[in-house]
């Protein structure tokens, strides 16, 4: 596994996808156009909310053509990127916190509290953020994250998502049927 950094550029979330950056088998993210944000501005053990760890990721969008599929899509006319997306970035960057701290296996959503929209990512957004803050981390047999989340639309806080559980799992193992 390379060095941990408390930061990621693009082209480390790329390496991340293809499964280079915690080794084959291990925590990867998606690859575009599912990879819902450009860099991880930071990522920390022992920061967040709850003093359990945080990580803050952002992604440009007016002017992105990586956000073009989607907003051609939903809706014609009325473009708007859905809000599933939203949250699986929050997803995707509490997985790659497990990997992140070395954790093994392969990521998997296991479900949600609580999600709340109380605004649109329109093609007029300049920037998103995402705000991960780790609740507990469960590193034994069990590999597990349950965080909280928010996601905002230049400095505005418009999703919320509480109680958000992503799970890694060895080759021999199953997740759940519920994923």
Request: with cysteine.
């Amino acid at each position: 596994m390379a060095e941990r950094s408390s930061s990621y550029e693009y082209e480390e979330l790329l390496k991340c996808g293809r499964g280079e950056l915690f080794g084959p088998g291990n925590a990867q993210l998606p690859l575009p156009p599912m990879l819902m944000f450009q860099r991880i501005t930071s990522i920390t053990e022992n920061g967040g909310a709850h003093g359990k760890g945080q990580i803050v990721a952002e992604m440009k969008i007016a002017d992105n053509p990586a956000c073009d599929w989607f907003f051609a899509c939903h809706f014609k006319g009325d473009p708007v990127m859905p809000g599933c997306l939203g949250l699986d970035a929050l997803w995707q960057m509490t997985g790659f916190f497990l990997g992140w701290l070395g954790a093994p296996g392969r990521g998997r959503a296991l479900g949600v509290g609580e999600v709340k929209f109380t605004g649109m990512v329109l093609p007029t957004v300049k920037r998103l953020e995402y705000v991960v803050d780790m609740k507990r981390v469960i590193l034994r047999k069990l590999k597990l994250a349950i965080a909280d989340g928010a996601l905002k639309a230049d400095g505005q806080v418009i999703y919320t998502a509480t109680d958000m559980r992503v799970g890694l799992f060895d080759n021999d193992q199953t997740a759940p049927a519920n994923t």
